[in-house]
Nanobody, 128 residues
Framework: QVQLVESGGGLVQVGGSLRLSCAAS????????MGWFRQAPGKEREFVAG????????YYGDSVKGRFTISRDNAKNTVYLQMNSLKPEDTAVYYC?????????????????????WGQGTQVTVSS
């Protein structure tokens, strides 16, 4: 059983930084793609960033390009999301997700429907 556990959320001021972590367990993830999504109240769940576990290819949503960086640590089975220059509109619950076939695709899936496993979410609040 795949388990994803997020951590690192919190309250930060505009322009500040946070690093989210997603600890993955229960499988060998070499064929997986991992994604970060976010959901603000009353809005759809939005793709933020994705990475292929094998090879490290990355892809970002337009709203976070140049500010957020996704990475992974194979030895720790952990995926990170470094968030810089945070804005009030980045306020949301952030979810880590795993697509068990994503590593075989040419692209990194951006639709939530491709992802098979989800973490419980971590709240990020950016105050002005």
């Amino acid at each position: 059983q795949v388990q994803l556990v997020e951590s690192g959320g919190g309250l930060v001021q505009v322009g500040g930084s946070l690093r989210l972590s997603c600890a993955a367990s229960g499988r060998t993830f070499s064929t997986y793609a991992m994604g970060w999504f976010r959901q603000a109240p009353g809005k759809e769940r939005e793709f933020v960033a994705g990475i292929k576990w094998s090879g490290g290819n990355t892809y970002y949503g337009d709203s976070v390009k140049g500010r957020f960086t996704i990475s992974r640590d194979n030895a720790k089975n952990t995926v990170y999301l470094q968030m810089n220059s945070l804005k009030p509109e980045d306020t949301a619950v952030y979810y880590c997700a795993a697509d068990k076939e994503g590593g075989s695709y040419y692209y990194i899936p951006t639709s939530k429907y491709y992802y098979d496993y989800w973490g419980q979410g971590t709240q990020v609040t950016v105050s002005s």
